[in-house]
């Protein structure tokens, strides 16, 4: 089993940057996909990026040039680190990962982009 501890979330302005960590409770280097989804108020929870156990990445369209996921296997954490931000940006951000046919999901950190 696999718990998944995110923060970094916060307030910023738009055109500001913020940080997201995403703590894991085991070798993450064991975990073949760990991703960050967002859901805004009254919108369905959407994928934002993902990275594979081999650090290949995958990005949503409406991120893509603005945030960047990574994974530091030494620290057991992937991180979002998220610029240019918008306010359609603001939303509940989760952290996700999949092992051996499971999904874990952690318990989510609010960013709010103002304009």
């Known amino acids: 089993q696999v718990q998944l501890a995110e923060s970094g979330g916060g307030l910023v302005q738009a055109g500001g940057s913020l940080t997201l960590s995403c703590a894991a409770s085991?070798?993450?280097?064991?975990?073949?996909?760990m991703a960050w989804y967002r859901q805004a108020p009254g919108k369905q929870r959407e994928l934002v990026a993902g990275i594979t156990d081999s650090g290949r990445t995958n990005y949503a369209d409406s991120v893509k040039g603005r945030f960047t996921i990574s994974r530091l296997n030494a620290k057991n954490t992937v991180y979002l680190q998220m610029s240019s931000l918008k306010p359609e940006d603001t939303a509940v951000y989760y952290c996700?990962?999949?092992?051996?046919?499971?999904?874990?999901w952690g318990q989510g950190t609010q960013v709010t982009v103002s304009s």
């Open positions: 085991m070798r993450i280097f064991t975990i073949n996909y």
């Open positions: 996700y990962a999949h092992l051996s046919g499971t999904d874990y």
